[in-house]
């Protein structure tokens, strides 16, 4: 009842141009059903489907992860929002993300009869946590956590170097500046499992392969990474 009623008082409106949705449903990431959450008006859709990539992994060569799962295309509208999510404090946009890369890790986790053990996000700098006051991968992780009913782990991974942004520097300096920056807690926990690994945005790999590396080092036996868009 009291979720009805912030429908009542907030109804969702289309993320692409803030209409309001006929047949609005309460967003509730904690259940396993959120196939009937809505996010656009019926004009809106065909953008959608144009950025939405129909349950796209690519199978990932010389990395210490070997999968990566997408939904998104990050150009135009998608990354305008996954920026807005990420340095503008927007984090309703996490609802969007999540329910869409969540329903992509099950159908790949379905399509192979992968068993996931572990969550574990990309951490971001303590310095630049405070400065931004969250971690948006942390809260796409949670999301998809519960929605999928595995455990998250939050603070097994850790970022011990305030290094510059990825996003400022050209590619070719990226693998060097996520060189070291990572350490792992709870290695005893990680021995022999699979772990997905969330972060918000892949563009040439070099934070979660390094990631993936102290993760591997410290006893996982395999990393699959999911995001929430790729950059091409």
């Not at 295309?73 to 993300?97: A, E, H, N, P, V």
């Not at 068993?115 to 405070?130: E, G, H, N, T």
Request: glycine share 2%; proline share 1%; net charge positive.
């Amino acid at each position: 009842m009291f979720s009805k009623f912030l429908d009542f008082l907030y109804p969702q409106k289309c993320i692409f141009c803030g209409s309001l949705l006929n047949n609005y449903i309460s967003i509730n990431l904690g259940q396993n059903d959120t196939q009937n959450v809505e996010f656009t008006c019926k004009n809106c859709k065909l953008k959608l489907q144009y950025y939405k990539r129909d349950y796209e992994k690519y199978l990932v060569k010389n990395k210490y992860f070997d999968m990566l799962i997408y939904s998104f295309k990050y150009t135009g509208k998608i990354r305008d929002f996954l920026l807005d999510f990420k340095f503008k404090d927007k984090q309703f946009f996490s609802c969007f993300f999540s329910h869409y890369l969540a329903n992509d890790i099950k159908k790949y986790l379905k399509e192979t009869n992968t068993k996931i053990d572990y969550i574990i996000a990309v951490p971001i700098s303590f310095r630049r946590y405070l400065e931004r006051g969250y971690n948006q991968s942390w809260i796409i992780a949670d999301q998809i956590s519960k929605n999928l009913n595995i455990c998250c782990f939050k603070f097994s991974l850790i970022k011990i170097k305030h290094n510059k942004r990825q996003s400022e520097l050209e590619h070719k300096f990226r693998a060097k500046n996520a060189s070291n920056a990572y350490i792992v807690k709870r290695t005893n926990q990680l021995n022999n499992k699979t772990i997905l690994l969330i972060d918000d945005i892949y563009t040439t790999g070099a934070t979660v392969n390094e990631c993936s590396k102290v993760l591997i080092k410290a006893g996982a036996k395999r990393i699959i990474v999911a995001t929430c868009a790729r950059a091409f």
